[in-house]
């Protein structure tokens, strides 16, 4: 089985913390990606990252900036963190190819006071 | 821009109940629609569509897309208090490595 983890499921932070959310896949997947999640918007995709060292920005990524240095790991950087950055952060990956299958890890609910 | 639409946004039955979710989508160069199904946890896949008017089925669970109507559904026979969860629906474009539009998600509330 797929698996993806993320390093927290709780965090709290304050306002202007530089914050890290890890995410690690064991499935040699190509594509990763960062989501947030807040009620009644949905999933709204930050970043993704279609093979190591590369990257692209997705519907938001205002305030937040990605690393992949490895393949199977992406992390997810703010900057300067803000409170309307809490939020629930689900990371995902994709083998590539014909699938569009993304596999989802726990996600991390991140509160910055 | 790409959009998927989901309704109703919330809904409540009781168990034994038949429940009919709906995804309507406008998007370019449509590739696939799936479906997960969201717990207190990691979305969960149940279905991915490509072709109009075959449907998916797994269990009580099946799965229909309309691809000249720009829609799918999503149909939960028997309802159990275990179903009860956010359901979303995205849909991948042909040429996007894969990236997913979502849906604002359906939350379905099943009551004993």
């Known amino acids: 089985d797929v698996k993806v983890t993320q390093s927290s499921r709780y965090l709290v932070k304050r306002t202007g913390e530089k914050v890290f959310l890890e995410c690690v896949q064991d499935m040699d997947h190509e594509n990763m990606f960062w989501y947030r999640q807040d009620p009644g918007l949905g999933l709204r995709l930050i970043y993704f990252s279609y093979d190591v060292k590369m990257k692209e920005k997705g519907d938001i990524p205002e305030g937040y900036s990605v690393s992949r240095e490895k393949k199977e790991r992406f992390s997810l950087i703010l900057e300067s963190a803000s409170t309307n950055q809490t939020s629930m952060y689900l990371c995902?990956?994709?083998?590539?190819?014909?699938?569009?299958?993304?596999?989802f890890g726990p996600g991390t609910r991140l509160t910055v006071l | 821009e790409d959009k998927v639409v989901q309704s109703p946004l919330s809904l409540v039955v009781h168990e034994g109940d038949t429940v009919t979710l709906n995804c309507s989508y406008e998007?370019?160069?449509?590739?696939?629609l799936l479906w997960y199904k969201q717990e207190k946890k990691a979305p969960t896949f149940l279905f991915m569509l490509?072709?109009?008017?075959i449907e998916k089925k797994s269990g009580r669970l099946s799965s229909i897309l309309d691809k000249k109507e720009l829609f799918s559904i999503l149909n939960i026979t028997a309802t159990q208090t275990g179903d009860s969860a956010i359901y979303l629906c995205a849909v991948a474009r042909g040429t996007s490595y894969g990236k997913l539009t979502f849906g604002q998600g359906t939350i379905l509330t099943v009551h004993p």
């Open positions: 998007v370019t160069n449509f590739r696939s």
């Open positions: 995902a990956s994709r083998a590539g190819g014909a699938s569009n299958e993304q596999f």
């Open positions: 490509t072709s109009s008017g």
